[in-house]
């Protein structure tokens, strides 16, 4: 049997309950230096790609800006279109909301930033439902969950045909021959559609690559049909190894229906890891970095999004309150919805008894991302028996410290994963596509 190459990017810890704000070592959100110093350290290490999250509007609990929001929320292109000039093979991935943007202006700078850094860019595709985001934009309004789906792979279809509209041989033809470019060489890209309605011809040539890489993130059915038909990647989450299995085998098993092979999406959920010199050590690590994770006024925030009501008078040390969820509107805005918040709540009451947790241990338990903990060895063994297992095609990495959560990883694990012939030694090729195994 074949030995699957693990593949491997990092996720800048930006704003949100991963990062551990009260460490001295944490950093800027929005200083340069934070990005350069992650993004050189995951390129040491030979990672696929750097990955950049997007925040369109700051979130709010109760009308009042969350906390963890106040470090601000740079715009993810112009991050990146920086970063490709201080490294020189690293994948650089962004999301970009396809709700809220137009498909020829966010094809240009993508395009451009594919162009910059020598083929290395990637699309994370998300969208937005909700009206409280739409208020920062002219159009405003709200898109029922389907109709935001339809509209992203709309999106998607009408970008690629804008990047591959150029015919890159017939355009160098014209021009060896000392002639204008002829008709077709620049093909005019004329669409109608359900949702967007644009002629004329691009301004830019194909990529190194032909166009960046499309990355989707979600784990819905609508989520994962829309990766099978459209994303090179897919950043989703699971919790055991056999979850993952699950997942994996039923969205490569989706491919078939839209004429791609296995290989042409890679499966990589985002998770995080704790270290230590022995196992008893990584797991007080990672005790300690789930509890400054979950401080008690987070613990409350995440009660409240689901209870939907104000639980300030609560003590998060304490047990859960008897009190229904109020099913109406909430009180939380800007965050990604919670379907069913009576069948979460349920759930969450039936752990709590079960494990006799207070508020805080039980945020802690249900909010955690997979975690790999362990020794060096243990978490290169963990990470690689994944990827065979086909749990997955390797993962995002998501350190708790910004921007120097990555170094230990790159020092002491990485290296064991390259011993076991899992992981490359150096970079193969140029383009993201290369590092992914998608040409």
């Given at each position: ?28 959100q ?10 050189r ?7 696929d ?12 609990l109760?009308?009042?800006?969350h ?26 991935a ?17 395009s451009?930033l ?6 290395r860019?990637g ?6 439902s ?24 709309e999106?998607?279809r ?7 509209s ?12 000392g ?12 669409h ?12 830019l ?9 499309i ?6 059915a609508?989520g994962?049909e ?14 055991t ?17 839209y004429g ?8 990589m ?18 005790a ?28 998060p040390?304490?047990?859960l ?18 379907k ?21 241990e ?16 243990t ?12 749990a ?19 020092d ?10 899992a ?17």
């Amino acid at each position: 049997m074949t030995r699957k190459r693990i593949h491997l990017a990092a996720h800048f810890p930006g704003v949100n309950n991963t990062t551990v704000w009260t460490d001295p070592r944490s950093g800027s959100q929005i200083d340069f230096a934070s990005f350069v110093h992650l993004a050189r350290t995951a390129e040491r290490g030979k990672l696929d790609f750097f990955f950049l999250a997007e925040g369109l509007r700051l979130r709010e609990l109760k009308g009042r800006i969350h906390d963890l929001d106040v470090v601000g929320r740079p715009e993810s292109l112009t991050v990146l279109s920086a970063l490709a000039a201080v490294t020189d093979r690293l994948g650089l991935a962004g999301t970009v909301n396809a709700t809220f943007n137009e498909p020829y202006e966010l094809a240009r700078r993508l395009s451009t930033l594919d162009h910059l850094s020598g083929g290395r860019a990637g699309w994370n595709v998300v969208t937005t439902s909700d009206a409280f985001t739409g208020e920062n934009f002219r159009r405003g309004g709200y898109l029922d969950r389907a109709d935001r789906y339809e509209r992203a792979a709309e999106f998607v279809r009408l970008s690629r045909e804008l990047w591959d509209s150029w015919r890159p041989d017939a355009v160098a033809a014209d021009q060896a021959a000392g002639r204008f470019v002829r008709e077709g060489a620049i093909g005019t890209v004329e669409h109608q559609g359900a949702h967007f309605s644009i002629g004329g011809r691009f301004t830019l040539p194909r990529s190194p690559q032909n166009h960046p890489v499309i990355i989707q993130a979600g784990d819905s059915a609508e989520g994962r049909e829309f990766a099978a038909a459209h994303a090179d990647v897919i950043f989703t989450g699971h919790g055991t190894l056999e979850d993952g299995r699950r997942f994996y085998a039923d969205v490569k098993s989706r491919l078939a229906g839209y004429g791609r092979e296995p290989h042409q999406l890679k499966i990589m959920p985002g998770v995080t890891f704790a270290l230590g010199d022995t196992e008893e050590e990584a797991a007080e690590n990672a005790a300690e970095i789930r509890r400054a994770q979950v401080g008690p006024q987070t613990a409350i925030a995440f009660l409240e999004q689901v209870w939907g009501r104000d639980m300030s008078a609560y003590d998060p040390e304490g047990p859960l309150p008897d009190l229904d969820p109020d099913l109406s509107d909430g009180v939380s805005q800007g965050r990604v919805a919670i379907k069913d918040r009576a069948a979460v709540a349920a759930k969450w009451r039936a752990l709590a008894e079960e494990k006799s947790l207070s508020i805080r241990e039980l945020v802690i338990e249900v909010t955690g991302r997979q975690t790999f903990i362990g020794t060096p060895a243990t978490v290169a063994r963990l990470i690689d028996e994944h990827v065979q297992a086909d749990a997955a095609d390797g993962f995002i990495l998501v350190p708790h410290l910004t921007p120097g959560g990555l170094d230990e990883f790159v020092d002491r694990v990485v290296p064991l994963l390259q011993e076991r012939g899992a992981f490359r030694t150096d970079y193969a090729g140029t383009t993201l596509r290369d590092h992914l195994e998608l040409a």
